[in-house]
């Protein structure tokens, strides 16, 4: 049970906290020290972390043994995907990156066949040097009882200690993978809102052992037993289910609808209204299946009439702006049925108007004034004053832009059809899946 959930059943009063309150303050709880028993002070701190989502901070100490002790706990839920980090750490300044990691995350270095098993440290908020620090801190704990019982074990110990300070020091270069199946763990992009080659992202599929481990198992097994509705009384009527708002995790209905879109395919839209906060979203899903080559779609964008073209981007589509240098990778934003011209504020708020390195302490002259550029120039495009072109890059070819001169081609607007890279497919589970004769035993 975590210090918030303790501190409602003890009926302690609990002040209610918003990551986007400007006058942030921290609360304060009695809570009892498991060291000497008695009583101490844990201090909570409601935060978000930038391009990233919402956590808790939470501090124990102890006045009367000095005892100590930090960790952080998500405040939302559990995402729809897990997710796994890969950096290949190169220089010192890499060591700085700001790391999150959950309780269900694990923690490699295949370098030194290091890891850290999910569930068996409290979560964290650190640096890469912290996140090492932490992993010598917990070797080197029991170090003198091996010496005087087991000292082979102990030297051994000795040497892989020696070789994770080392690592500090980024004299050769190595990989940190942390892979969480909660999707809770985030590692920081400094080169933010452009691309970071030395890290990737892969969002996955958990399997029934991730699931049972986040006990979230039993609710999948009840939603896959419930029968499923007519696709036909689907397509003519507005489905509600219910679910929790994402920004407060009050009730709400979500309307979900299917809808043909000319000269394309069959999309889900799915819309959520919060009666408690007032939050509202959508998100599109395709309806059919994977296709079987991917597309990239460029537009060159040359008159503000443009802005107005329908566009589908769905969850496996990135967008690139060229002459910007910027891409948007396929899980930002989600799956959206908008404009052209809605893409761009969607992108330009997410980068910009919703970006914590803009205010507080996280912001900096130089990164808010580069950040601030960078909306300027959305600004400029959406007004048609920017010669550039707009990219939609779906390898599941789930993607549309509008054709304004269809059925004739447009003049503007090219269309390419490309076979898909053993990387795209192992991202779109297509690598391990079997449509035909899977009921036949594997010899």
Do not use: W
Request: include cysteine; glycine fraction near 6%.
């Amino acid at each position: 049970m975590s210090v918030i959930e303790e501190e409602r059943v003890r009926g302690g009063v609990f002040k209610d906290i918003n990551a986007e309150d400007e006058d942030q303050q921290t609360t304060v709880i009695e809570s009892l020290c498991m060291n000497c028993y008695e009583n101490g002070s844990t201090r909570l701190l409601f935060t978000k972390i930038p391009f990233f989502k919402e956590i808790i901070i939470s501090s124990f100490s102890c006045p009367h043994c000095n005892s100590t002790n930090t960790e952080i706990q998500s405040a939302g839920r559990i995402q729809e995907q897990g997710v796994l980090y890969t950096l290949q750490v190169k220089t010192k300044e890499d060591m700085n990156r700001e790391v999150v990691r959950s309780d269900s995350a694990s923690t490699r270095i295949p370098q030194l066949d290091f890891e850290i098993p999910a569930f068996t440290q409290k979560g964290s908020l650190s640096t890469i040097e912290g996140l090492l620090d932490r992993a010598v801190a917990g070797l080197e704990q029991d170090q003198p009882v091996r010496k005087s019982t087991d000292p082979a074990v102990a030297e051994k110990i000795e040497e892989f200690i020696q070789k994770l300070k080392r690592l500090k020091e980024v004299e050769e270069e190595f990989t940190l993978i942390i892979d969480d199946p909660s999707g809770n763990s985030f590692i920081e992009n400094p080169f933010a809102p452009q691309k970071d080659m030395a890290l990737t992202v892969t969002h996955y599929k958990r399997t029934p052992e991730h699931n049972a481990a986040l006990g979230i198992e039993a609710e999948e097994e009840e939603n896959a037993e419930k029968p499923g509705n007519d696709l036909d009384a689907m397509r003519n009527e507005v489905l509600v289910f219910n679910t929790n708002c994402p920004e407060c995790n009050a009730p709400a209905n979500t309307n979900m609808k299917l809808v043909q879109i000319p000269h394309f395919k069959e999309v889900i839209i799915m819309a959520t209204n919060c009666d408690s906060c007032g939050h509202r979203t959508n998100e599109v899903k395709s309806g059919g299946a994977t296709e079987e080559l991917g597309t990239r779609i460029t537009l060159h964008l040359t008159d503000a009439s443009d802005m107005s073209r329908d566009l589908l981007k769905s969850e496996t589509c990135s967008v690139l702006i060229p002459e910007l240098e910027f891409e948007l990778g396929m899980a930002a934003l989600g799956g959206k049925f908008t404009t052209l011209e809605g893409l761009l504020k969607d992108i330009k708020d997410l980068i910009v108007s919703k970006n914590p390195f803009m205010c507080g302490d996280s912001s900096t002259a130089d990164r808010a004034e580069k950040l601030e550029l960078f909306g300027q120039k959305i600004d400029k495009i959406m007004a048609g004053e920017m010669d550039v072109h707009i990219i939609l890059d779906d390898a599941a070819g789930n993607s549309y832009l509008q054709n304004v001169y269809a059925p004739d081609p447009d003049p503007e607007m090219k269309i390419e059809k490309y076979t898909r890279t053993f990387e795209q497919n192992e991202d779109l589970g297509l690598n391990d899946m079997k449509t035909e004769g899977y009921a036949e035993k594997m010899v």
